[in-house]
């Protein structure tokens, strides 16, 4: 939608990705060790140097959308000096998703990660209905928080290779679990 930062493979997914967005408290600042592309029509995003983009933070009047494709091993990492807060959806596609923040959305948006998810710290995620679609594993806590009756689906198992110190989810709305959780 507008506003929305939109981020996307330009090589097709053929290309191995380590994608990092990272908060500094007045940008996002999205970088690639390989080659990047950011897809927004967001005015004042800049190109910075080493496969790297800046954009204004009070520009992404939206949600956050990634699709690396996920043809090839592609990772993004979430990172930064506060937890990520958006008005829009949240979608983010890739093999791995390293949440070393929390996330969060408004009330009546969701969030979908779709990927393994890996916690690099404990992390708070909000929104409507919140989705993972795959494994959730990290030496961390993991609170999720729903909104206005929303849905929280863990499709895959959570700590089938690191346990996570805890996982919490709020009474709200409903709980669906489709792996094992140890």
């Not at 330009?10 to 967005?21: A, E």
């Not at 949240?90 to 998703?97: P, Q, Y």
Request: no cysteine; net charge negative; glycine share 12%.
């Amino acid at each position: 939608g507008d506003g929305d930062l939109v981020i996307t493979d330009i090589n097709g997914g053929v290309s191995d990705d380590n994608l990092t967005i990272e908060d500094d408290g007045t940008y996002y600042i999205i970088t690639d060790t390989g080659s990047l592309a950011v897809t927004s029509n967001i005015a004042g995003a800049e190109t910075l140097a080493g496969n790297s983009v800046r954009v204004l933070k009070a520009s992404v009047t939206g949600g956050l959308i990634v699709d690396t494709l996920a043809n090839a091993a592609d990772s993004v990492t979430l990172q930064g000096t506060g937890a990520f807060v958006f008005a829009g959806d949240v979608s983010i596609d890739a093999e791995t998703i390293n949440l070393n923040q929390s996330l969060s959305t408004a009330a009546d948006k969701d969030i979908t990660f779709t990927g393994a998810v890996s916690l690099g710290t404990d992390a708070t995620v909000s929104g409507n209905d919140v989705s993972f679609s795959s494994t959730i594993d990290g030496a961390h806590s993991l609170t999720v928080d729903t909104s206005n009756n929303g849905t929280t689906t863990f499709s895959g198992a959570i700590g089938s290779i690191t346990d996570l110190t805890a996982i919490t989810t709020n009474a709200d709305g409903t709980l669906s679990i489709g792996g094992d959780i140890t």
